[in-house]
Structures are given as C-alpha cells and as structure tokens.
C-alpha cells in the first residue's frame, strides 16, 4: 500500500529541495542505481521530448520519489518506536 504523505515530510522534503541546487538530479541518479526498471522509464517517457518538458518531468519524478521515499521510513521509524 502507498504511503500516506504528511505534511511533515512535504515541509521537509521542499526545504532540502530549495537547499541543495543538485537535489533532483542526486535523487534521480538514486534511482537509476537503486531501481533500474523504473529509471528506465523516466528515460522512455522523456524520448523526443524538449528539454524544458525533460527538466520539469524529472523535477517532479524526483520530488514525487522523494516524498515517498521519505515518508516510508518515517512510518517504518514510527512503527519501530
């Protein structure tokens, strides 16, 4: 089941992002090592696409992993405690 996303991990989540100038390029080269098959299609859903569309495609991959990623080992540390 996909997680629910808090507004927590979002707060936090956006103020890396706004942080780090390189933050969605360092989380889409994570995906591309730690899961292959859905970098994959990133790469095929931006073929024959301009760059400004590339650009705001992965942004929005990277955040949307991001989001998830995160508020799953929140839940994992919540449920540890």
Excluded: W
């Excluded at 696409?49 to 929005?60: A, P, R, S, T």
């Amino acid at each position: 089941m996909m997680p629910k996303v808090t507004n927590d991990t979002i707060d936090s989540t956006l103020a890396t992002l706004r942080d780090e100038d390189d933050y969605a390029k360092n989380t889409i080269e994570e995906i591309r090592i730690n899961n292959p098959v859905l970098f994959s299609l990133l790469e095929t859903v931006t073929v024959h696409k301009n760059e400004e569309y590339i650009k705001g495609y992965l942004v929005g991959a990277s955040q949307f992993y991001s989001l998830i990623s995160r508020q799953m080992e929140s839940d994992f540390l919540d449920s540890s405690l």
